[in-house]
């Protein structure tokens, strides 16, 4: 798997939009790009991910650039409770007994400020 | 639909015993998988299971520890005779079993985690 390069951490003011960037400039052309977030030390939450268009869901957009080096995650309206870590993993799809485990780095440690 | 449920939430074992922390999937999920926490460290991947299978065992460490993931039941990981060492926070994925859905992807979705504190 491809290996990710965030920011350790980033600040954002309660209700604008918080953009967290990730490089992986040697991602290959069946790798898909996933962002979780862990909340203080529960369970990483799945995000949003997607290969190569820019995707949209209730909690976030992933902005995808066209080379597929880098990506941004989007939180909208950033709120306290999206105070975490987030991950940027890139990974092949899982498919039978050809393994599929998630690889996180540091991820970037995002602080949303009233 | 109920979430990965993971019990205990909370384990306390002295140096030497056995601990045993569980992993129930999401409903129609057939993968499962187990994450470290070390204490100010990263997640890191043990092992994958498909039921009654051990597909990818990779990040397990070579002894004392075991996981399986029955027929029937949910999923365990087994961690014999612990060390201080093996206080972490242990978590749970579930993903679908799917051929070709969506593009191919899967998405893992996460328990809420087993603290262990070894005394």
């Known amino acids: 798997d491809a290996k990710t390069t965030q920011p350790p951490s980033m600040d954002c003011a309660e209700g604008r939009a918080a953009n967290l960037p990730c490089n992986h400039s040697?991602?290959?052309?069946?790798?898909?790009v996933y962002w979780y977030r862990q909340i203080h030390s529960q369970g990483p939450q799945y995000i949003i991910h997607?290969?190569?268009n820019n995707e949209t869901n209730e909690m976030a957009s992933l902005i995808i650039t066209e080379d597929r080096k880098s990506s941004t995650l989007i939180l909208p309206h950033a709120t306290l409770r999206d105070t975490a870590v987030y991950y940027c993993?890139?990974?092949?799809?899982?498919?039978?007994?050809?393994?599929?485990?998630?690889?996180f780095g540091q991820g970037t440690e995002l602080s949303v400020k009233p | 639909n109920a979430g990965v449920m993971q019990n205990p939430r909370h384990l306390v074992r002295r140096r030497g015993q056995e601990a045993r922390l569980r992993c129930s999937p999401m409903?129609?999920?057939?993968?499962v998988y187990w994450y470290r926490q070390l204490p100010e460290e990263g997640l890191k991947f043990m092992v994958y299971?498909?039921?009654?299978?051990?597909?990818?065992e990779s990040g397990m460490p070579k002894e004392r520890f075991s996981a399986e993931f029955p027929k029937e039941g949910p999923s365990i990981l087994r961690i014999q005779q612990v060390v201080r060492g093996d206080s972490a926070a242990y978590f749970c994925?579930?993903?679908?079993?799917?051929?070709?859905?969506?593009?191919?992807?899967?998405?893992?979705?996460f328990g809420p985690g087993t603290r262990l504190t070894v005394l």
């Open positions: 409903k129609g999920h057939s993968h």
């Open positions: 997607g290969l190569k």
């Open positions: 040697t991602i290959s052309g069946n790798e898909y």
């Open positions: 299971l498909q039921k009654e299978n051990i597909i990818d």
């Open positions: 994925a579930s993903s679908l079993n799917q051929g070709v859905l969506k593009g191919g992807t899967d998405t893992q979705y």
């Open positions: 993993i890139v990974r092949v799809p899982q498919f039978y007994n050809q393994g599929g485990k998630l690889i």
